[in-house]
């Protein structure tokens, strides 16, 4: 008698990403959204009953993406300010902007927009930073997708909260109200060290120690940001954090462009993990990160697109071609940072820094059934001689056409399922004209 399954997918390859490599006429079977088996395609026959079958002939089967750093409702955002360096940029306009509009509602068709392009470019999970937790958090919700909410932390006033305690008191409250959620996990996120004070950041380290979740925080973005602290606090930015207790296994630092040998040494040392956001470094003339590096000294990295307002894509398809190739050109070396391991920071590296790596990030029995199908059989993708590196150096993520989330489809044949396309481009355009008024 064949055991009963809810899902069997049929595709032509398999990247499990754990193990490396692929696996070829292989079947990945679902139920109850976790991933049940993965085993040759004739056993599968002769194994499971699924109640539907899906055969994607030309297809690679992968993990959903994970988008490691992001602002999500920032969508709204996307082209308001571009070609200015970073504190121009957020003193003179995006600050400014989000004084005057950002509000609940806001926050949460800006997440929706950003969802349904996330999810339809494979991001199955990302991890937030932004006001407003709880609107994101319900938009999340409703498109199905998988997120880490930051409760996030400054010491000026917005229409979120007037100072540090009332932003940390309100992100706490949301994490009680949607801890229950499946799909939302939850993080500390002090914005940077330039934004918050070392009192504040004494209370994130103790309340994420005695809450067990990550610290999510921009460091070392630009070499002002260094000088700055340099002058107000004695020390960088990287050492400030040391000293404060910040630094360890459940650190994720955004950026990480300029770092010396040291800091380098030291981060890894604590076991800090970093989102590299490729596309915005280069976009806000940031610089290039030392990913060689840090992925020698042993850091965890993961890719983040950061937010629409300052990359302009949400498209991890295309940060992994980049990061590849800036790690290969500034470092001299053909050889590094490979495609297997581009796809690895943005799936299993990633899901690690979330502290997601035992349910997410991999195609392995007993995992959620988080997964994307991506057709390789157009004229443009052939021919095929290895789908991992036609998955970071050919394809885009036009190329996707199925994505599942806890083994729910949330797009079927390219067409978003649970978001209506046409109301998000009405929000839109509602908002752009509040902010062009």
């Not at 799909?183 to 994420?208: K, Q």
């Not at 000294?297 to 937010?307: C, E, H, R, T, Y």
Request: proline share 6%; with cysteine.
């Amino acid at each position: 008698m064949k055991t009963p399954a809810d899902l069997v997918l049929l595709p032509q390859w398999v990247v499990p990403v754990e193990p490396a490599g692929v696996l070829s006429e292989h079947a990945v079977v679902v139920r109850d959204g976790a991933i049940l088996d993965v085993l040759p395609a004739e056993a599968a026959a002769d194994r499971y009953d699924g109640r539907e079958t899906a055969a994607l002939p030309g297809h690679a089967l992968i993990p959903g993406l994970v988008n490691l750093h992001g602002h999500a409702a920032m969508s709204l955002l996307r082209g308001f300010a571009d070609d200015l360096p970073l504190m121009t940029w957020l003193n003179e306009h995006i600050w400014p902007a989000e004084k005057r509009h950002v509000s609940e509602a806001f926050v949460r068709d800006g997440t929706l927009l950003a969802a349904a392009e996330m999810l339809a470019g494979g991001i199955t999970a990302c991890n937030d930073m932004y006001f407003f937790p709880q609107a994101a958090g319900e938009a999340f919700l409703q498109a199905g997708l998988r997120a880490t909410l930051g409760m996030i932390a400054l010491e000026f006033p917005s229409a979120y909260a007037v100072d540090a305690d009332g932003y940390l008191a309100r992100g706490l409250a949301v994490r009680d109200a949607l801890k229950g959620e499946p799909l939302l996990n939850f993080a500390f996120a002090p914005h940077a060290p330039y934004t918050v004070s070392d009192a504040t950041f004494s209370r994130i380290n103790t309340l994420a120690e005695q809450l067990g979740v990550p610290v999510h925080c921009h460091i070392h973005e630009t070499t002002d940001e260094i000088a700055d602290s340099l002058r107000q606090h004695g020390v960088r930015p990287v050492e400030r954090l040391a000293r404060l207790g910040l630094l360890g296994p459940n650190f994720i630092g955004v950026h990480a462009v300029h770092l010396d040998d040291a800091e380098i040494d030291a981060l890894a040392a604590y076991g800090c993990h970093i989102a590299h956001c490729p596309s915005a470094n280069l976009k806000l003339a940031s610089g290039i990160a030392p990913v060689a590096a840090m992925l020698k000294a042993g850091i965890n990295l993961g890719l983040g697109s950061d937010g629409a307002a300052s990359n302009n894509r949400l498209d991890l398809f295309a940060e992994m071609r980049l990061a590849a190739l800036l790690a290969k050109g500034a470092s001299g070396n053909a050889a590094e940072l490979p495609a297997a391991a581009a796809l690895r920071m943005a799936t299993l590296d990633a899901a690690r820094a979330l502290n997601l790596d035992d349910r997410i990030g991999s195609i392995v029995p007993g995992k959620r059934a988080d997964l994307v199908a991506v057709d390789l059989s157009a004229p443009a993708c052939q021919p095929v001689f290895d789908p991992v590196s036609h998955l970071v150096y050919v394809a885009g993520r036009e190329q996707v056409t199925h994505v599942w989330v806890d083994g729910r489809p949330k797009l079927h044949q390219r067409r978003l399922v649970d978001l209506d396309t046409e109301d998000l481009t009405a929000r839109a355009a509602y908002w752009r004209g509040k902010l062009t008024a």
